[in-house]
T-cell receptor, first 115, second 111 residues
């Protein structure tokens, strides 16, 4: 069964350093989401792509976060510089279309710890 | 902004018992979905209910939706230890196209 791939699974970095996460969605899925999940809370949408275009990044802290999906397939989320408050699970998800009738398929996540 | 709010925050039951979790939301929605998350893992879709539906079943899961009360419930019947997980509701905000997840209910099923 096709899965959403994410790497790395775990990342420890010092504050003020740069960090990047990678996501490979299920083949054929046009919509890709990046979420941040703080321990004990629900996922918070950071950015949503439709193919290679950003359709919603209203919750993305743009002074330090950036995201791209250049060819409309895999995607990278970057944080520079990392802050202690960025420690969280970063989840990537994909769906066939940007329509909430379609379920989202989630990757295993990247656990980020900023020291 | 998080819209869906689940209660209880945590629930502990014995194997074989039923578990009921509730979700409330604030604005009109098109769809509501429930997801499960095992500890330290990604979320898994459980069930979708549309705003014009009142009840749906999937195996041991039963979901209800009351749009007049802006609330939904997830019932897991005959629970198993493997059902131990966090459960989240997700809604689309103001007929929009973004999922908003609630804080989740942590379910523990004791053998």
């Amino acid at each position: 069964e096709a899965e959403v791939a994410q790497s790395p699974r775990y990342k420890i970095t010092e504050k003020s350093q740069a960090v990047a996460f990678w996501c490979d969605p299920i083949s054929g899925h046009a919509t890709l989401y990046w979420y941040r999940q703080i321990l004990g809370q629900g996922p918070e949408l950071l950015v949503q792509f439709q193919d290679e275009s950003v359709v919603d990044d209203s919750q993305l802290p743009k002074d330090r976060f950036s995201a791209e999906r250049l060819k409309g397939v895999d995607s990278t989320l970057k944080i520079q510089p990392a802050e202690l408050g960025d420690s969280a699970m970063y989840l990537c998800a994909s769906s066939l279309q940007r329509n909430l009738l379609y379920e989202q398929y989630f990757g295993p996540g990247t656990r980020l710890t900023v020291t | 902004s998080q819209q869906g709010e689940e209660d209880p925050q945590a629930l502990s039951i014995q194997e074989g018992e039923n578990a009921t979790m509730n979700c409330s939301y604030k604005t009109s929605i098109n769809n509501l979905q429930w997801y499960r998350q095992n500890s330290g893992r990604g979320l898994v879709h459980l069930i979708l209910i549309r705003s014009n539906e009142r009840e749906k079943h999937s195996g041991r899961l039963r979901v209800t939706l009351d749009t007049s009360k802006k609330s939904s419930s997830l019932l897991i019947t005959a629970s198993r230890a493997a059902d131990t997980a966090s459960y989240f509701c997700a809604t689309d905000e103001n007929y929009g196209q973004n999922f908003v997840f609630g804080p989740g209910t942590r379910l523990s099923v004791l053998p």
